[in-house]
């Protein structure tokens, strides 16, 4: 872990361009592998996921400095929930820099391989995805993950009526398969990780993993799933 969280620095104080071609389930360290490069390359069937409370874990890789910075409290939904979203919501977060079909993938490493100017390659085929699953429920979600406990977040989910309300009980359930300890802690890491920066958290997520390797939930969540 602690290599792990040293290349995720690195990718981020690395100077030259690096692309990450993404067309399929990119979740945990895979993100911690991509999400710190200059270009994140999403295909249409991207999903973006940090599902490390279903396993008694917590999202780490640094990206609770991610989830901080994300508006309408959409990364602490994605920190407790470990919701998998897709190439649009994921490039209206900044998450993707880019949305390209994976049929031109060889195209782009080909002409990256002979040099070609990155930023041009891509912005030539690029193609705005359109609204994302999330747009609809932003304001459900600030109004329900703004809250300062776990609890409370529980108790606003509870509340939500109208169009809100089967997706409040999704979540309900949802988060009530997740470690109890986990999202604690998610939920304070997401907010600490607010006064941070990306080295730091990934100092943060380093004791963490130290303290969780100590505990049981990681290796029970492990063994279930």
């Known amino acids: 872990l602690a290599a792990e969280y040293a290349l995720n620095w690195q990718l981020e104080c690395f100077t030259k361009p690096t692309v990450s071609l993404i067309d399929g389930l990119v979740v945990g360290a895979g993100v911690g592998l991509t999400l710190y ?11 973006f996921a ?3 409370t279903g396993i008694g874990l917590f999202p780490d890789d640094g990206v609770s400095w991610a989830f901080a910075r994300m508006p309408h409290e959409i990364g602490m939904y994605l920190a407790l929930t470990g919701q998998a979203i897709g190439p649009a919501d994921a490039y209206r977060l900044g998450l993707v820099t880019h949305c390209i079909p994976a049929e031109r993938f060889a195209q782009i ?9 990155v930023d041009a390659v891509l ?13 609809g429920l932003e304001a ?3 109004r329900c993950f703004s809250a300062d406990s776990v609890e409370e977040i529980l108790s606003r989910l509870q509340a939500e009526r109208a169009a809100a309300d089967p997706w409040a009980q999704s979540t309900l359930r949802d988060l009530s398969s997740r470690s109890p300890t986990s999202l604690k802690v998610a939920h304070r890491q997401v907010r600490l990780a607010r006064g941070l920066d990306l080295r730091q958290a990934l100092i943060q997520d380093y004791r963490l993993a130290c303290r ?10 492990v063994r279930a799933a």
């Open 109 to 117: 490493r080909a002409a990256v391989s002979d040099a070609d100017p």
């Open 123 to 135: 912005d030539g085929v690029h193609r705005d995805p359109g609204p994302g699953e999330l747009e």
């Open 212 to 221: 969780f390797l100590e505990g049981h939930d990681f290796f029970e969540g």
């Open 50 to 52: 940090m599902p490390e």
């Open 37 to 47: 490069g200059t270009h994140r390359v999403g295909g249409a069937r991207y999903r």
């Open 140 to 142: 459900a979600i600030a």
